[in-house]
């Protein structure tokens, strides 16, 4: 019996304490769990409208700035870090005459440069000849111009040879002066051959002088008259589109003189004021090409237009061998000017001097990189300031 009232005693202790870590268990959890969120009023308005009518001081306690519009942001001035300017696209400086060229002047300069402060003698004479020669300036050239040169010195009573220097650079100033360089387009229309041997970059010339001319408000219309280099026709008319120029071809291998003509023609009955016509690299040491050359001219000249300009394109860095080229186009076609290529490239910038004072005929026109704009009017004065900088 006391045995069974026991075990009564212990079932009834631990169901005690079972119930009793049930309730601490519950409370505890109540305690741990968040606060029921009081639903706003229905007809409260939205939290961001709250939050925008609330004052500046009320949302930390600290004074803000005012933010509304009716003036500036608290003591925020026009030059604070916070007011970004936009950033201005300048346009881009094109480089000068004289820094374009770049290897014409370093060489003659860095020749010039030896004979600086020296006395006139013998010596400073010859060293001067070979650098002008080798300048590519060439011998008649060169020894026609020094002798004017020495000849001033002396009635000059010069003795040192930075004024010999001086009197060089006035010959070389007087000799290239003074010479027509503007193109012509009286006729109607006006048509401008292009000649000269292949490489030289006379198809790429026709197409930057079109853009010149279509920018400067002329129509002008491009004759493919190179017939026989493969993809010539191509080339242009890729440069007649980049211009907005018109475009006139024949057939590959057709006769350069019917396609000039019919270009001629097309450019009279469309209003147009000059037609650029390309004709095929010529060696200038085959008469029989320089013939033929000579006959597209006269066929050019029997349509409704006039030839005004024969321009002969010329490589800056073949040196004496573009005079030896102008010498034999000149007597083909008569040509009225010198389009000098790639004379930002060219140590050699002394033909322009030989082929001016040999021939008597101007350079008009000199590429001085590959932009369409780097064709431009060849500046005596720019040109010979560069060489003596």
Known sequence: MNLVLLIILVVIGL???????????????????????????????????????????????????DTSDDGPVGDAQPGDASIVDEPVDEPPIKPTFRERLGKARTGFSSALGGLRGRKVDEEAWEELEEALIRADVGVPTTMAMLERVRARTRDEKVTDFD?????????????????????????????????????VGKTTTIGKLANRETVAGSKVVLAAGDTFRAA????LETWAERAGTGFIRG?????????????????????????????????HNKSNLMEELAKVRRVAEKASGQVTEVLLVID??????????????????????????????????????????????????????????????????????????
């Open 316 to 389: 800056a860095t073949t040196g004496q061998n573009g005079l030896a080229q102008a010498k034999q186009f000149t007597e083909s076609v008569d040509v009225t000017g010198i389009v000098l290529t790639k004379l930002d490239g060219s140590a050699k910038g002394g033909i322009v001097l030989a082929i001016q004072s040999e021939l008597g005929i101007p350079v008009k026109l000199v590429g001085l990189g590959e932009g369409i704009e780097d064709l431009v009017e060849f500046d005596s004065t720019e040109f010979v300031d560069a060489l003596f900088a």
């Open 15 to 65: 169901l005690l304490a079972a119930g009793a870590a049930f309730a601490l268990r519950g409370r505890r959890t109540r305690e741990l769990a968040p606060a029921a969120k009081t639903a706003p009023p229905a007809d409260a308005p939205p939290l961001e409208k709250q939050l925008d009518s609330t004052s500046p001081s009320d949302v930390d306690g600290s004074p803000k700035a």
């Open 232 to 235: 010539a026709a191509e080339q």
């Open 163 to 199: 004024g010999a220097l001086m009197l060089l650079r006035q010959e070389m100033e007087t000799q290239l002066e003074g010479t027509d360089i503007s193109l012509t387009q009286a006729g109607d229309p006006a048509v401008w051959l292009f000649v000269g041997v292949n490489g």
């Open 251 to 283: 057939a590959e291998g057709a006769d350069p003189g019917s396609v000039i003509f019919d270009a001629v023609e097309h450019a009279a009955a469309s209003g147009a004021d000059l037609v650029l016509a390309d004709t095929a690299g010529r060696l």
